[in-house]
Nanobody, 127 residues
Framework: QVQLVESGGGLVQAGASLRLSCAAS????????MGWFRQAPGKEREFVAA????????YYADSVKGRFTISRDNAKNTLSLQMNSLKPEDTAVYYC????????????????????WGQGTQVTVSS
C-alpha cells in the first residue's frame, strides 16, 4: 500500500501560480502511476493530469494543457503539480492518486483506475 498526503493549496487571484505537492509513503513510489484529479462543489471528480512510473509520459486534461505541469521525483517520493495562469474555474479540491498497475492513456484519465487517494487540498482562485 501507499499513503498520500497533498499540500500546497490556497487562495490566489486569477492569473497567479500555485505548486501542489503529494508526499507518498509506504510501498516503493516508483512502482505507481500517479495522477491528479479535482472536484468542485456539486461536480464529479475530474481528471487533471497523470504521469507514468518514471515520468516518461504525461497526460493532461484539455482544460489545463499548457498551464499545468505534472512531475515526479522518485528519489524523494514526491508528486508535484505546477499550476500557472490559474482561472476561477480551477477552483476545486485537488487530489493525488496512485495505482500500481499499468494502464492505457484513457485509463489513466479515469478516477476508477486508481486504488489509492490522498485527502485533498483546497485550491481557490478568485476573479
Amino acid at each position: 500500500q501507499v499513503q498520500l498526503v497533498e499540500s500546497g493549496g490556497g487562495l490566489v487571484q486569477a492569473g497567479a501560480s500555485l505548486r501542489l505537492s503529494c508526499a507518498a509513503s509506504g510501498r516503493t513510489f516508483s512502482l505507481y502511476i500517479m495522477g491528479w484529479f479535482r472536484q468542485a462543489p456539486g461536480k464529479e471528480r475530474e481528471f487533471v493530469a497523470a504521469v507514468t512510473y518514471n515520468g516518461g509520459r504525461t497526460y493532461y486534461a484539455d482544460s489545463v494543457k499548457g498551464r499545468f505541469t505534472i512531475s515526479r521525483d522518485n528519489a524523494k517520493n514526491t508528486l508535484s503539480l505546477q499550476m500557472n495562469s490559474l482561472k476561477p474555474e480551477d477552483t476545486a479540491v485537488y487530489y493525488c492518486a496512485a495505482d500500481p498497475y499499468g494502464m492505457t492513456s484513457t485509463q489513466a484519465m479515469g478516477a476508477m483506475s486508481y486504488d489509492y487517494w490522498g485527502q485533498g487540498t483546497q485550491v481557490t482562485v478568485s476573479s
